[in-house]
T-cell receptor, first 109, second 112 residues
Framework: GIQVEQSPPDLILQEGANSTLRCNFSDSVNNLQWFHQNPWGQLINLFYIPSGTKQNGRLSATTVATERYSLLYISSSQTTDSGVYFCAGVWNRDDKIIFGKGTRLHILP | EAQVTQNPRYLITVTGKKLTVTCSQNMNHEYMSWYRQDPGLGLRQIYYSMNVEVTDKGDVPEGYKVSRKEKRNFPLILESPSPNQTSLYFC???????????FGPGTRLTVT
């Protein structure tokens, strides 16, 4: 079936550490996007990345569409990076957008 | 400022009392959609609209209605709310399929 799976589900790190979040998606899912939901509930766009690599400051993302996965890298974590990170893709058979269940990241000061 | 707005941001209501959550975007986007977010279940799509007068069901459409009479607005209607519709609701828009979507601030709905 259609699947967007994220790992790990939870991650606790010390401030300054680096982290890698993974998103696996099934066939027919494309147009990957990464979001950050902050502790106040806001959903913030991080990357629209159907393929290739993008960087924005301490964050970068890579999508390998042929192998159906995407990675989000966070370097030198800060407490403000805490929250839930979601990936989402479009199922190309009927244009539905499907979210993974998220990775909850907690950065300790 | 380019944005998606939702109103109200918080709503407490009783079972069976019809309500509407408004959503508006000022980016001239064609695609708009509604999601609900529940603990442990992530975000699930309720309805989406590819353009004016075109709407389609997402994964969890039961108990909801939408309309898209004009490009900028996409209201979510709960004709007879029930407690299992207590959730955090997000509206989103994008220019088209191969583009990133932008989210509103969310509406926290409680049905007692």
């Amino acid at each position: 079936g259609i699947q967007v799976e994220q790992s790990p589900p939870d991650l606790i790190l010390q401030e300054g550490a680096n982290s890698t979040l993974r998103c696996n998606f099934s066939d027919s899912v494309n147009n990957l996007q990464w979001f950050h939901q902050n502790p106040w509930g806001q959903l913030i766009n991080l990357f629209y990345i159907p393929s290739g690599t993008k960087q924005n400051g301490r964050l970068s993302a890579t999508t390998v569409a042929t192998e159906r996965y995407s990675l989000l890298y966070i370097s030198s974590s800060q407490t403000t990076d805490s929250g839930v990170y979601f990936c989402a893709g479009v199922w190309n058979r009927d244009d539905k957008i499907i979210f993974g269940k998220g990775t909850r990241l907690h950065i300790l000061p | 400022e380019a944005q998606v707005t939702q109103n109200p941001r918080y709503l407490i209501t009783v079972t069976g009392k019809k309500l509407t959550v408004t959503c508006s975007q000022n980016m001239n986007h064609e695609y708009m959609s509604w999601y609900r977010q529940d603990p442990g279940l992530g975000l699930r799509q309720i309805y989406y609209s590819m353009n004016v007068e075109v709407t389609d069901k997402g994964d969890v459409p039961e108990g909801y209605k939408v309309s898209r009479k004009e490009k900028r607005n996409f209201p979510l209607i709960l004709e007879s709310p029930s407690p299992n519709q207590t959730s955090l609701y997000f509206c989103a828009s994008k220019q088209g399929l191969p583009y990133e979507q932008y989210f509103g601030p969310g509406t926290r709905l409680t049905v007692t």
